[in-house]
Every structure is written in C-alpha cells, then in structure tokens.
C-alpha cells in the first residue's frame, strides 16, 4: 500500500458500481468514525472533494440512506450492499470513501486508524466542546510460523 498515492478506481463488491477517485490526502488521512451508523457499517474512510468523485458505471445501482439530521448522505450499491461512499455531515464539501472499495486497498493494510467522535458529532457541541479523536483502532497481523 503507497499512503501518498491519491488517484484510484473503486467498485463495490459485486462490480456494478465503478467509480474513479482522488482522495484529497490520500490514505494516510484514513479514519473511522463511532457514530451509530459508522460503528455498525464498520468502514475506513479516506477523503475525496465533492469534484474528484465520478461514477463511471452503475449509479443506477447506487441507493442513498439518510438519518436523523438528514445531512449526510451515504450511497450504497443496491445489488450487493456494500457502502461505497457518503457526503459528509461535518464537511457537505467532501466525500468519505471506502478505502476497501478501492483497487488494491484492504482495511487491513491500516495498522493504526484513528476514530472519530460521532456520537457527539463536531457540528453539534461548541467549537472548544471537546477532541474530535474518540480511539484509534490497531490491527496487527499474525505472522505465519
């Protein structure tokens, strides 16, 4: 895995959804999140503006969930499941994207990913209203003897 390398193309699980991306930081800005819906869907997501996202096959596939504040949007491929991307709450200007969608990429490559505080969102406390780090996840790999 190349952290500095920010150009990708994705898909969903089952391929109905292609996409090519440019994450703004590449996956070195990779996180987590531990809001209700992140904490369950479990992904690691890495950054991308609102322009540098284009579906290039299947969008008829993609299928939007929105909850509580209706601010976020999360796509989904209604074929297999699989969480493509979302419109960020905390930044409408940005895309979170599944670093597992993307070409080459595992969620276990991360050793270490930092979480973000969801349950206590940053648009919703003060601007001195606490860390927006709530955890980092590890993932270590056993080695084969």
Same mark, same amino acid.
């Given at each position: &895995? /190349? +952290? #500095? !390398? =920010? !150009?990708? @193309?994705? +898909? ?5 959804? @292609?996409? !090519?991306? @440019? %994450?703004?930081? *590449?996956? *070195?800005?990779?996180?987590?999140? /531990?809001? +209700?819906?992140?904490? &369950?869907? #479990? ?13 290039t096959s299947g969008?008829?596939?993609?299928? %939007?969930?929105?909850?509580?504040? &209706?601010?976020? $949007?999360?796509?989904?491929? +209604? $074929?297999? *499941?699989?969480?493509t991307h979302h !419109?960020?709450?905390? /930044?409408?200007?940005?895309? *979170? ?27 919703? @406390?003060?601007?001195?209203? #606490?860390?927006d780090i709530a #955890? ?6 056993? =080695?084969?003897?």
């Amino acid at each position: &895995m /190349n +952290s #500095g !390398q =920010t !150009q990708f @193309r994705g +898909s969903c699980h089952c391929g109905a959804v @292609r996409f !090519q991306v @440019r %994450l703004t930081g *590449g996956l *070195g800005a990779a996180r987590r999140c /531990n809001c +209700s819906y992140c904490s &369950m869907r #479990g992904a690691v997501a890495v950054t991308a503006a609102l322009g540098d996202l284009e579906i290039t096959s299947g969008e008829e596939w993609l299928t %939007l969930y929105q909850f509580n504040t &209706m601010q976020a $949007k999360h796509y989904f491929c +209604s $074929k297999c *499941g699989i969480y493509t991307h979302h !419109q960020r709450r905390s /930044n409408p200007d940005e895309y *979170g994207v599944n670093a597992a969608c993307l070409d080459g990429v595992s969620p276990f490559d991360f050793p270490e990913v930092p979480v973000n505080e969801g349950r206590n969102h940053p648009c919703d @406390r003060p601007a001195d209203g #606490g860390s927006d780090i709530a #955890g980092y996840l590890r993932y270590f790999p056993v =080695t084969a003897p």
